[in-house]
């Protein structure tokens, strides 16, 4: 059996959480690779919301197994907290869970570290999360982490003089670290969390495969925030593309199969840094305040813009991209026209090649025109419904993107979920 990847295609949030639910009856598996409690995935069904940080978006359905493979960063606490609440409400979690014993730790001083990296950047913030992300990843790459495994060898030390260290660092920068508090509660939530089935997941993976099962990697963050292919700096620091799930479970690249990546009909960004097809004006607002884009993990305002077709061809080719699943088009119902970057003018010369440089004041967005489809798509069950002018759109991103769009969204809840044919 081979792997299907699902991932974002532009800065994040762009429904990977409410897909994942959607697809996961036709998997036996679903696995999380890369990124942490910076991840915000949101699923909508029978009038519930849940929004999961690190617990994959497989746990909803029919008791698949979920994984968080070796790539993922793992906050113990608000690991604790996330799957607690989901208990709460009837899941079986610690039967249905399994966590790599290679994950990386959060840890408090990670956090610490997250919010003095950023005041020392100043003006040049990346605007992180402040989950610790940037230090955890970097502790791992520098080959000072601290895994989940650890836990059951002489883990007192490890953890003392890991955060020795960053205690080190913190008041090198002029901070004066207290986390005492912080620290009970994550030790704590260290207890709490060996009471779940701590795996070597690669082994765990590759055996389901073996036995023909189906596995579904979910993908966090979007291409654009990969710390490799994003715009760096201001990206995430994991590879959030489809080579991540590769380093991120333990599998092959000759067992992917399908992938599957996700687009908004428009894009957005939270954080910092680069964006050319971003709209300030009204439309810009009109875009957020229909498409409720509010950070879903620190509530922040996302900032809105045209799809930009030079970024998400691009996204298509790193990743190898088999199928387009086009996300809030709903968003759009209303509105008269729609506009598509395909080309960036820069110094007067345009260019369909995403540039090693972003910045944004030197490129100039040649949009094509489109006319909106002025009709509430919200309740429709099927493609045959689509009126005209939103069937051209699509064969229109088709053409262009030349890759076929197998899924199209029209709402937050799971049922507003259409199937085209292939
Ligand atoms: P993720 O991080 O990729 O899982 O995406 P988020 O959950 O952070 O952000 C997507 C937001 O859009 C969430 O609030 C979803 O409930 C919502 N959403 C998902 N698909 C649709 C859609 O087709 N239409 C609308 N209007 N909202 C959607
Ligand atoms: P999901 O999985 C959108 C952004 C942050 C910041 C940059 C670095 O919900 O799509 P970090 O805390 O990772 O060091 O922040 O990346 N960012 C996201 N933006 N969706 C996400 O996740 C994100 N995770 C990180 O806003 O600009
Ligand atoms: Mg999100």
Same mark, same amino acid.
């Not at 790539?71 to 409400?89: I, N, R, T």
């Not at 009837?90 to 997250?114: C, N, Q, Y």
């Given at each position: 059996?081979? %792997? /299907?990847?699902?991932?974002?295609?532009?800065?994040?949030?762009?429904?990977?959480?409410?897909?994942?639910?959607?697809?996961?009856?036709?998997?036996?598996?679903?696995?999380?690779?890369?990124?942490?409690?910076?991840?915000?995935?949101?699923?909508? *069904?029978?009038?519930?919301?849940?929004?999961?940080?690190?617990?994959?978006?497989? %746990?909803? !359905?029919?008791?698949?197994?979920?994984? =968080?493979?070796?790539?993922?960063?793992?906050?113990?606490?608000? *690991?604790?907290?996330? $799957?607690?609440?989901? #208990?709460?409400?009837?899941?079986?979690?610690?039967?249905?869970?399994?966590?790599?014993?290679? &994950?990386?730790?959060?840890?408090?001083?990670?956090?610490?570290?997250?919010?003095?990296?950023?005041?020392?950047?100043?003006?040049?913030? =990346?605007?992180?999360?402040?989950?610790? %992300?940037?230090?955890?990843?970097?502790?791992?790459?520098?080959?000072?982490?601290?895994?989940?495994?650890?836990?059951?060898?002489?883990?007192?030390?490890?953890?003392?003089?890991?955060?020795?260290?960053?205690?080190?660092?913190?008041?090198?920068?002029?901070?004066?670290?207290?986390?005492?508090?912080?620290?009970?509660?994550?030790?704590?939530?260290?207890?709490?969390?060996?009471?779940?089935?701590?795996?070597?997941?690669?082994?765990?993976?590759?055996?389901?495969?073996?036995?023909?099962?189906?596995?579904?990697?979910?993908?966090?963050?979007?291409?654009?925030?990969?710390? /490799?292919?994003?715009?760096?700096?201001?990206?995430?620091?994991?590879?959030?593309?489809?080579?991540? $799930?590769?380093?991120?479970?333990? &599998?092959?690249?000759?067992?992917?199969?399908?992938?599957?990546?996700?687009?908004? $009909?428009?894009?957005?960004?939270?954080?910092?840094?680069?964006?050319?097809?971003?709209?300030?004006?009204?439309?810009?607002?009109?875009?957020?305040?229909?498409?409720?884009?509010?950070?879903?993990?620190?509530?922040?305002?996302?900032?809105?813009?045209?799809?930009?077709?030079?970024?998400?061809?691009?996204?298509?080719?790193?990743?190898?991209?088999?199928?387009? %699943?086009?996300?809030?088009?709903?968003?759009?119902?209303?509105?008269?026209?729609?506009? $598509?970057?395909?080309?960036?003018?820069?110094?007067?010369?345009?260019?369909?090649?995403?540039?090693?440089?972003?910045? #944004?004041?030197?490129?100039?967005?040649?949009?094509?025109?489109?006319?909106?489809?002025?009709?509430?798509?919200?309740?429709?069950?099927?493609?045959?419904?689509?009126? !005209?002018?939103?069937?051209?759109?699509?064969?229109?991103?088709?053409?262009?993107?030349?890759?076929? =769009?197998?899924?199209?969204?029209?709402?937050? /809840?799971?049922?507003?979920?259409? #199937?085209?044919?292939?």
């Amino acid at each position: 059996m081979k %792997i /299907d990847v699902l991932l974002g295609l532009q800065w994040g949030d762009e429904g990977k959480g409410k897909v994942v639910d959607v697809l996961t009856p036709r998997y036996d598996a679903v696995a999380r690779f890369q990124g942490g409690p910076n991840a915000g995935h949101t699923l909508e *069904f029978e009038g519930k919301k849940y929004v999961l940080r690190s617990i994959p978006s497989g %746990i909803f !359905q029919h008791g698949q197994v979920n994984i =968080i493979g070796n790539g993922v960063v793992l906050d113990p606490v608000l *690991f604790q907290e996330e $799957a607690e609440s989901l #208990e709460k409400s009837g899941i079986a979690l610690k039967e249905i869970l399994k966590i790599s014993k290679k &994950v990386h730790l959060i840890m408090p001083t990670h956090r610490l570290l997250d919010a003095a990296n950023e005041k020392a950047k100043g003006g040049a913030k =990346i605007g992180t999360t402040g989950k610790g %992300i940037g230090p955890t990843y970097t502790d791992k790459i520098s080959r000072n982490g601290l895994r989940l495994g650890d836990v059951f060898h002489d883990f007192k030390t490890k953890y003392t003089n890991a955060r020795n260290k960053h205690i080190a660092t913190l008041k090198s920068m002029g901070e004066n670290p207290e986390f005492e508090e912080l620290e009970q509660r994550w030790l704590k939530a260290i207890e709490y969390i060996k009471g779940y089935d701590i795996v070597d997941s690669e082994y765990l993976i590759n055996s389901l495969l073996r036995e023909g099962k189906s596995i579904l990697c979910e993908g966090a963050q979007g291409t654009l925030l990969d710390v /490799d292919f994003g715009s760096y700096p201001f990206v995430t620091s994991s590879n959030t593309i489809c080579a991540g $799930a590769c380093s991120g479970l333990g &599998v092959a690249p000759n067992k992917i199969g399908e992938v599957f990546g996700i687009f908004k $009909a428009y894009c957005t960004r939270v954080g910092s840094g680069p964006f050319p097809t971003e709209l300030f004006d009204e439309t810009g607002k009109r875009i957020r305040d229909l498409g409720h884009e509010y950070g879903a993990v620190t509530g922040r305002e996302r900032r809105c813009g045209w799809i930009d077709l030079v970024a998400l061809k691009y996204s298509i080719m790193i990743n190898g991209v088999t199928q387009l %699943i086009m996300m809030k088009s709903d968003v759009l119902d209303d509105f008269d026209e729609i506009k $598509a970057c395909v080309a960036y003018k820069i110094n007067g010369e345009e260019t369909t090649q995403f540039p090693f440089s972003i910045d #944004e004041n030197a490129i100039e967005p040649v949009y094509v025109t489109l006319p909106g489809w002025k009709t509430d798509m919200t309740r429709f069950k099927s493609e045959s419904e689509f009126p !005209q002018a939103f069937s051209d759109y699509i064969k229109f991103l088709e053409k262009e993107l030349e890759t076929p =769009i197998t899924i199209i969204s029209i709402g937050p /809840d799971r049922e507003q979920t259409i #199937e085209r044919n292939k």
